[in-house]
């Protein structure tokens, strides 16, 4: 049997190889369940701590294909279930990335969800409950999800703010998970795994995080991430001296401030006094 257009582009979306993940909670478990319930989930925790990475395995885990949406604040409700559009046989209607995961049984993963607009988060909430569809009003169509379809959200509740928060409403639609960053030996693992660096460079990477976490709320919004730690060790393994990986990839990133940078870099270099000269 030919396989429809939509399965089609979802073959682009399957996981074939395992996503490296390091549990460090139940939250695998947790997924499981909800998917086997088709239950929504919320991903909650701090920028670059693994949620992208965890939804990836899980989808490796369970077998399905992941449509994976950025969401930023010029992101409409037409954006994710899809529009009219001109053809040379006239107007086509084309499924949206959230239209085509309900349809053929795709996890759809909507990623930071706050920076969208809250009036096209509402677009999600028909998914959500007990109806489980998805009306697509411009097509006068109601889309009954797919028995194997699951919607995953994430965000990051650091950033909250009266503009950029998710509604009660939403919250409460969701089975939560919550993220944070490893203890200093499980990420100096993931850090030594996912840049091939050795263990000891791992660790001393690791407590140049803490000693940047330790800043947050008194000049820094965000301490630094797994994501930047794994950046600087890879800037190492490819020929960059540590303390230029360092600032290239910790330092300049996470503030603009030039106080901030010399309080951050004077942290630093009391973490690492041989190896560090940060201007």
């Known amino acids: 049997m030919a396989l429809s257009p939509a399965a089609g582009r979802l073959s682009a979306h ?41 939804v990836e395995h899980m989808a490796w885990r369970l077998g399905r294909p992941l449509v994976t949406v950025a969401a930023h604040e010029d992101l409409t409700a037409a954006d994710l279930a899809g529009r009219f559009l001109l053809a040379p046989e006239g107007t086509v209607w084309h499924d949206g990335p959230l239209t085509t995961a309900v349809r053929e049984g795709a996890i759809c993963y909507l990623d930071e969800i706050v920076e969208a607009r809250q009036d096209t988060t509402v677009v999600i909430h028909p998914l959500t409950d007990a109806r489980r569809a998805l009306p697509l009003e411009k097509k006068g169509e109601l889309v009954a999800a797919h028995p194997d379809f699951q919607l995953t959200i994430s965000y990051n509740p650091g950033y909250q703010s009266a503009v950029k928060d998710l509604k009660e409403s939403t919250k409460q639609r969701f089975v939560a998970i919550e993220f944070d960053y490893p203890e200093p030996s499980v990420e100096a693992e993931i850090v030594a795994r996912e840049a ?84």
């Open 14 to 54: 399957e996981i074939a190889d395992e996503p490296y993940y390091r549990a460090v909670g139940d939250e695998v478990e947790i997924f499981a369940a909800s998917y086997a319930c088709r239950l929504p989930v919320m991903l909650k925790g701090p920028t670059g701590c693994g949620k992208t990475r965890f």
């Open 196 to 279: 091939g660096a050795e263990p000891e460079l791992a660790r001393s990477l690791v407590e140049v995080g803490l000693r940047s976490r330790n800043l947050r709320g008194r000049g820094l919004a965000e301490g630094a991430s797994t994501r930047m730690l794994i950046h600087a060790a890879k800037l190492v393994g490819g020929g960059a001296a540590l303390d230029a990986a360092i600032r290239a990839a910790i330092v300049l990133p996470i503030t603009d401030e030039p106080d901030m940078r010399e309080a951050l870099g004077a942290a630093i270099a009391a973490t690492l006094p041989q190896a560090l000269r940060l201007q």
